[in-house]
């Protein structure tokens, strides 16, 4: 649909200082590499997936995975889920 073709493009916009959006009222900036992750995460990807399907190790994408539940604030992957939906990163 012509919203997950938008929502695509804003998740996989270009900024040399990465993406930012708001979440619980503070701003949380994101590298291309961190929401690449965090989008492959969303659809249900493991960590070996996410690894082959980018090109990285597994020791690659835990280490955005770690950084991403510090700039989140989150502590698992089900509540990163929710937080990157909760903060329209992606529709359910």
Do not use: F, P
Not at 55 to 72: C, F, N
């Amino acid at each position: 649909s012509n919203q997950n073709s938008r929502d695509d493009q804003r998740l996989m916009q270009n900024s040399e200082e990465g993406n930012h959006l708001y979440g619980d009222e503070e701003l949380v900036v994101l590298t291309q590499d961190e929401l690449k992750v965090l989008e492959l995460l969303c659809r249900g990807y493991m960590n070996r997936e996410i690894a082959m399907d980018l090109g990285y190790s597994i020791a690659w994408v835990e280490k955005h995975l770690t950084d991403l539940y510090r700039k989140t604030g989150q502590s698992n992957r089900t509540t990163l889920v929710r937080w990157a939906i909760a903060n329209h990163y992606i529709e359910v």
